[in-house]
């Protein structure tokens, strides 16, 4: 008898969770925040080489390695496609959380929940270009400039 009931309650729960998970959906996949160029990726791909809007005049292609943030990418003038500037990033040390407001048509309610993403460190040799010619490179280790 304890079995069935405990049973039941385990199924409960469960419908009890995929129901709120209907009304408030909650992405497991994270964000991913490259802090250097204020850039969202929200549905980061692994493997795969994906081109975003970084701004009117820039283009950013990232391939992803690690959905924790190990990625490498290459900045472009979105007009001229000469490339500005390429790095590498290797995942972060921790998942960061932020707050979002969301809002349930259903019940005519708000709801603040709390969304988590990836912010990954600068790695390795980052080069900046003007005209096809390097003016300038920084070396990165784990997120610190290595002098």
Not at 22 to 41: C, G, S, V, Y
Not at 100 to 121: G, W
Not at 138 to 147: A, E, F, Q, R, T
């Amino acid at each position: 008898m304890k079995g069935k009931v405990l049973v039941a309650v385990i199924i409960v729960t469960i419908l009890s969770c995929n129901h709120s998970k209907t009304t408030f959906p909650i992405a497991k996949e994270r964000a991913i925040n490259l802090k250097e160029f204020d850039f969202w990726w929200y549905h980061p791909v692994i493997g795969k080489i994906v081109v975003e809007k970084l701004s009117d005049t820039t283009d950013i292609k990232l391939f992803l390695r690690d959905y924790r943030g190990a990625l490498s990418f290459e900045i472009y003038d979105s007009r001229n496609k000469q490339l500005i500037e390429k790095g590498i990033y290797s995942n972060g040390l921790d998942v960061f959380k932020y707050y979002e407001e969301v809002f349930n048509l259903q019940k005519q309610e708000n709801r603040t929940i709390v969304k988590e993403y990836y912010q990954p460190l600068p790695d390795s040799t980052w080069v900046i270009y003007l005209n096809d010619k390097t003016i300038r490179k920084s070396h990165y280790k784990n997120g610190i400039i290595d002098l």
